[in-house]
C-alpha cells in the first residue's frame, strides 16, 4: 500500500464518520461531527501539499523543498476551528438552557419521551 492511499483513506474515514456524526439527533453528536469534518478538510489542505518524504522544510542547499503554504493555511484553519468549536458548544449550551432538550430541533421525540416517561416492568 502506499501512502497516498493510507492518507486518502484516513481522510474518508474521518468524513464519513464526521458526517454520520452531523446527522444525529442531539447536540453534542452534531458539535463532535463538525469539529471532525474541520480536521478532515485540514488533513486534505495539508495532503494537497503533496507528501514529501526528506525534503527540508525552508530553503537550504539542498534540492528538494516542502510547500510551506498548506501548512501555513493549516495552521490558520486550526485557529479558526477551535474558536468556531467553541462558538457552536456555547450555541447548543444556550439551546439546551432555552428549550429544556439537547436534541437539534429542539423537540423530544416520541419514542424517547414515551421511554424516560414511565419505568419498564
Known amino acids: 500500500m502506499s501512502l497516498e492511499f493510507l ?14 456524526l452531523v446527522l444525529r439527533g442531539r447536540t453534542w453528536p452534531v458539535v ?11 488533513l486534505f489542505i495539508f495532503a494537497m501539499g503533496r507528501l514529501w518524504q526528506d525534503a527540508a522544510p525552508i530553503l537550504s ?8 503554504l498548506p501548512q501555513a493555511l493549516v495552521l490558520t484553519a486550526i485557529v479558526i ?8 458548544i456555547e450555541l ?9 432538550t439537547d436534541h437539534v430541533d429542539g423537540h423530544e421525540s416520541a419514542h424517547a419521551t414515551q421511554d424516560a416517561g414511565e419505568p419498564r416492568a
Open 7 to 20: 492518507v486518502a483513506s484516513g481522510i474518508g474515514a474521518v468524513t464519513a464518520t464526521g458526517i454520520y
Open 32 to 42: 463532535l461531527g463538525l469539529s471532525l469534518l474541520g480536521y478532515a478538510v485540514n
Open 61 to 68: 542547499a539542498g534540492s528538494r523543498i516542502a510547500d510551506p
Open 81 to 88: 476551528g477551535f474558536a468556531t468549536t467553541g462558538f457552536i
Open 92 to 100: 447548543a449550551l444556550r439551546s439546551r438552557h432555552e428549550s429544556g
